[in-house]
């Protein structure tokens, strides 16, 4: 893959969230620890060079709170997200859709969603020569606030699975 080229895929599963009785399941917020560990996870984005320039957030309260820490930490480089119903309750190959539709424009993508949706998505995602141990490492476990990084050479509308390289899997924590 020349540097030029490539797209980078930042998928990140939203941060720690409470279960207050009578709350729908769209409406949970985060809890104390999620939105510690939301702005921790917006710091390693920073600090790591995985500063996206177009985000999709899932319309669910707790993945908005993550996507408002995450930008807060990036400062003036966060671009202003946009909310996306499709990846709320979805599964990859429907969050998949979402991404194949996003402008050639973009090089840079962050997903913030849920489980299982986000774990799938960078397995079906993931091709044979990604890094091992992150691949591993999140196979066996996508704890909130994990993020994955992919890159293709692959146009948005391409992408349809084992044709992204997983280069990094962190879980930051405040």
């Not at 279960?19 to 399941?25: I, Q, S, Y």
């Not at 997903?111 to 299982?116: A, D, K, N, Q, V």
């Not at 998505?121 to 993020?147: K, N, P, W």
């Amino acid at each position: 893959m020349s540097q030029h080229h490539v797209k980078r895929l930042i998928i990140m599963r939203h941060s720690k969230a409470d279960w207050p009785l009578g709350v729908d399941d769209h409406d949970r917020p985060l809890e104390p620890r999620g939105h510690r560990d939301a702005a921790a996870a917006g710091a390693w984005l920073r600090e790591t060079g995985n500063v996206p320039d177009f985000i999709l957030c899932s319309t669910a309260l707790r993945t908005r709170q993550s996507c408002t820490w995450v930008c807060e930490e990036l400062g003036e480089k966060a671009p202003t997200p946009k909310l996306e119903s499709g990846l709320y309750a979805s599964m990859a190959r429907r969050m998949l859709a979402v991404v194949n539709h996003v402008p050639e424009t973009v090089t840079s993508l962050m997903i913030i969603s849920h489980l299982p949706g986000v774990q799938d998505l960078a397995l079906l995602l993931a091709d044979r020569d990604s890094d091992q141990d992150a691949y591993l490492e999140m196979a066996e476990r996508y704890r909130t606030s994990g993020i994955s990084v992919l890159e293709t050479s692959k146009p948005w509308a391409e992408l349809d699975g084992q044709d992204a390289s997983l280069t990094a899997f962190a879980v930051p924590r405040a």
